[in-house]
Each structure stands twice: as C-alpha cells, then as structure tokens.
C-alpha cells in the first residue's frame, strides 16, 4: 500500500505565502500523476494542481499565477508553492497520487487558514 503525508500548512494573512509538502511511502509502483486538491467546509473536494509523470501540470484557474506545483522523483515528493494567499484558499489540502493502476492515494490532509 501507498501512504501520504502532508505537511505544511497553517495560519497565513492575506498576500503571504506557504509551501506545502507530501512525501509518499510504500509500495508506489508506476506513478501516472501526483497532485493537491483541497476541500473548503461544506465545499465539494476540487483539484488544485495536478502534475502527470511527462511534467505536464493542469492548475484551477483560481490558482493560476499564484501556485506552482513541483515534484522530486527521487524522493516521490510533491510540493506546493502557494503565494498571493486569499482568504478564499482557506481549505482542507489532500495530497493526491495516481498509479498507473488501481485507484487514487489520498494523504489525511493538512489545513491552510487565510486571514483577511
């Protein structure tokens, strides 16, 4: 089995910045794509940044400019710069990763607070 663990999140005022972290651990396999989804109270869970095994990256369009995802293949680590905060990123953050078979990895989450 895969196991995912996040980290860094917390409290940040409006226009900050935070990186988040996932480190992924187990019996991986073939990764298809490693990613960051997040899921604001009494929201549906929604993706933030994706990034396949090929370095192609899809980004929600409420993020664009002020996200950038990245990955580390050695360590199967994905990171998440997240700048220009709004109050409005305030959300649950659930590391996400996709094999080549079977179904999606979920880490237990990490929560980001903005502060207006």
């Known amino acids: 089995q895969v196991q995912l663990v996040e980290s860094g999140g917390g409290l940040v005022q409006a226009g900050g910045s935070l990186r988040l972290s996932c480190a992924a651990s187990?019996?991986?396999?073939?990764?298809?794509?490693m990613g960051w989804y997040r899921q604001a109270a009494g929201n549906e869970r929604e993706l933030v940044a994706v990034i396949s095994s090929n370095g192609f990256v899809n980004y929600a369009d409420s993020v664009k400019g002020r996200f950038t995802i990245s990955r580390d293949n050695a360590k199967i680590a994905v990171y998440l710069e997240m700048n220009s905060l709004k109050p409005e990123d305030t959300a649950v953050y659930y590391c996400?990763?996709?094999?080549?078979?079977?179904?999606?990895?979920w880490g237990l989450g990490t929560q980001v607070n903005v502060s207006s």
């Open positions: 187990g019996s991986i396999g073939s990764i298809a794509a």
């Open positions: 996400y990763l996709q094999r080549t078979w079977g179904v999606p990895t």
